[in-house]
Nanobody
Framework: QVRLVESGGGLAQAGGSLRLSCACSGNIFSIISMGWYRQAPGKQRELVAIITSGGRTNYADSVKGRFTISRDSVNDAVELQMNSLKVEDTAVYFC?????????WGLGTQVTVSS
């Protein structure tokens, strides 16, 4: 069974940086895209960044210029470098993978940014 394993969340001060990583555990085929979503308390889950198998990226307006998504195609992993963090970036961050056969979600990792 394929699982997404996230790591790298934690606590940072405003203006600081964190790096999230997500790796696929198990055999996974025909990845179309990988990315990150987040959900803050009382809010809906929202797209943060996504990268396709062809390397095309898409970012939420709120993180453009601050966050960078990258993908390791050999290891079926994706990372999110988060710089210039803001208090409003506080949320649970979920890894997401779309393949030709299924969509997968990680369990989430908490990111907390203090002022």
């Amino acid at each position: 069974q394929v699982r997404l394993v996230e790591s790298g969340g934690g606590l940072a001060q405003a203006g600081g940086s964190l790096r999230l990583s997500c790796a696929c555990s198990g055999n996974i085929f025909s990845i179309i895209s990988m990315g990150w979503y987040r959900q803050a308390p009382g809010k809906q889950r929202e797209l943060v960044a996504i990268i396709t198998s062809g390397g095309r990226t898409n970012y939420a307006d709120s993180v453009k210029g601050r966050f960078t998504i990258s993908r390791d195609s050999v290891n079926d992993a994706v990372e999110l470098q988060m710089n210039s963090l803001k208090v409003e970036d506080t949320a649970v961050y979920f890894c997401y993978t779309l393949t030709s056969q299924q969509s997968l979600w990680g369990l989430g990792t908490q990111v907390t940014v203090s002022s």
